[in-house]
């Protein structure tokens, strides 16, 4: 089973850039396409991004296009979102998890989530 730790959040201002970590522990985890998702206080939880086992194929929400990357290092089993010109409204916590079956943009497509880590932009 993989378990999943996640790294990089911070406070930052409007128009700056963060890097999100999300270490795996487990040998199947280059095998797994892998998702962001982030919530904020008193909202559901929502897709961000997601990258396919090999990097090959990536998926965004559409109010991160432009701004957001993912990427993986399977090397070193760890999964990147670099978020760039921040916006308050992108403040929630961020979580990665591992893809099991069924829409790359549904939560319940997921498993393995991770602790989560705090993204808050000033304005």
């Known amino acids: 089973q993989v378990q999943l730790v996640e790294s990089g959040g911070g406070l930052v201002q409007a128009g700056g850039s963060l890097r999100l970590s999300c270490a795996a522990s487990g040998r199947t985890f280059s095998s797994y396409t892998m998702g962001w998702f982030r919530q904020a206080p008193g909202k559901e939880r929502e897709f961000v991004a997601a990258?396919?086992?090999?990097?090959?194929?990536?998926y965004y929400e559409d109010s991160v296009k432009g701004r957001f990357f993912i990427s993986r290092d399977n090397a070193k089993n760890t999964v990147y979102l670099h978020l760039n010109s921040l916006k308050p409204e992108d403040t929630a916590v961020y979580y990665c998890?591992?893809?099991?079956?069924?829409?790359?943009?549904?939560?319940?497509?997921?498993?393995?989530w991770g602790q989560g880590t705090q993204v808050t932009v000033s304005s």
């Open positions: 998890a591992q893809h099991i079956s069924g829409s790359y943009y549904l939560t319940q497509a997921y498993n393995n």
């Open positions: 990258i396919s086992w090999n990097g090959g194929t990536l």
